[in-house]
């Protein structure tokens, strides 16, 4: 079966800092991912997804980057934070080619800038 | 582009009311039509979904019909219970296989 995991959970950085949130796939190959962003009561934002290795796409821009350095592998990125940064984190996945198109969530990252 | 639009909440009830959070989209072609839920804390999982004109689907109690005609996919469920409080997304994959739309998420609230 397939599995999708994101880390941190939660995570409290000053403005300024770096930062990177992780997210991995197992049990499938080839996958679309995305990172969406929930503010805090509000609906999702995509922010970037990708259909293949180094493959990325930006939805909005901002002070944030993506990375895919491997097939089941998606990274989310910024050199600085912002306070405007906090909020919820969601990487998910779906299959590339087969299936139904529904999207399958990692269990969320909380980001606080302080 | 395309757009869902869904009910906006907080919606509050006692349980054992029926529900209904109304969802309509616009898209060009035809797109699949989804509900997510999001319990507190965590992330989104797939709730029920249909891909074509007329499909009913159907999860725990819950169903909502794909009308192409009124371009609606009105979530429902009969009896709701306190476990069932939670954010509700409606959501769409159109024909741009890259991406899917989202609602804006309604809160549900079941009272005791």
């Known amino acids: 079966s397939q599995t999708i995991h994101q880390w941190p959970a939660t995570l409290v950085q000053p403005v300024g800092s770096p930062l990177s949130l992780e997210c991995t796939v197992e049990?499938?190959?080839?996958?679309?991912l995305y990172w969406y962003r929930q503010a805090a009561g509000r609906g999702l934002q995509l922010l970037f997804y990708s259909v293949g290795i180094g493959q990325i796409s930006s939805e909005v821009p901002q002070n944030l980057s993506a990375s895919r350095p491997q097939d089941r592998q998606f990274i989310l990125s910024s050199k600085k934070l912002l306070l405007s940064d906090s909020g919820f984190y969601l990487c998910?996945?779906?299959?590339?080619?087969?299936?139904?198109?529904?999207?399958?969530f990692g269990e969320g990252s909380r980001l606080t800038v302080l | 582009g395309n757009s869902v639009t869904q009910m906006e909440g907080p919606v509050t009830l006692s349980e054992e009311a029926f529900l209904t959070i109304n969802c309509t989209y616009t898209?060009?072609?035809?797109?699949?039509l989804f509900w997510y839920v999001q319990y507190p804390g965590e992330g989104l999982q797939l709730l029920l979904k249909a891909t074509k004109a007329d499909d009913k689907g159907s999860n725990k109690g819950f169903e909502a019909t794909y009308r192409k005609e009124t371009t609606s996919f009105h979530l429902e469920k009969g009896s709701v219970q306190v476990s069932d409080s939670a954010v509700y997304f409606c959501a769409l994959r159109g024909t741009n296989a890259g991406k899917s739309t989202f609602g804006d998420g309604t809160t549900l609230t079941v009272k005791p």
């Open positions: 049990g499938t190959s080839n996958p679309n």
């Open positions: 898209a060009t072609g035809y797109p699949s």
């Open positions: 998910a996945w779906r299959h590339g080619r087969a299936g139904t198109g529904e999207l399958f």
